[in-house]
Nanobody, 119 residues
Framework: QVQLVESGGGLVQPGGSLRLSCAAS????????MGWHRQAPGKQRELVAI???????NVADSVKGRFTISRDNAKNMVSLQMNSLKPEDTAIYYC?????????????WGQGTQVTVSS
């Protein structure tokens, strides 16, 4: 079955760093667009960053210059390096895998990992 398993979340002080990782199985990883989304308490889930199958990356304006997304196709993994963390980055972070095709649009989610930024 398809599995996306996140790791690396935790409690960090403002200005600190965390690196999130997502291990994928059950999909042809290299042809999927991979992304990170987050959901803070009382708010809707929002896109944080994506990396396409050809390596093109896009990040949300709110994290641009602080967060970097990358993928390792040999390991079926996608990572999110988070630097200069702010309290407003506190959220559950979810790994996403999707592929847009005519007639079939697979879309998978991980279980999420908690990131808390607080002094």
């Amino acid at each position: 079955q398809v599995q996306l398993v996140e790791s690396g979340g935790g409690l960090v002080q403002p200005g600190g760093s965390l690196r999130l990782s997502c291990a994928a199985s059950g999909i042809s990883f290299s042809i999927y667009t991979m992304g990170w989304h987050r959901q803070a308490p009382g708010k809707q889930r929002e896109l944080v960053a994506i990396v396409t199958s050809d390596g093109t990356t896009n990040v949300a304006d709110s994290v641009k210059g602080r967060f970097t997304i990358s993928r390792d196709n040999a390991k079926n993994m996608v990572s999110l390096q988070m630097n200069s963390l702010k309290p407003e980055d506190t959220a559950i972070y979810y790994c996403n895998a999707r592929r847009i095709m005519l007639g079939v649009n697979p879309n998978y989610w991980g279980q999420g990992t908690q990131v808390t930024v607080s002094s």
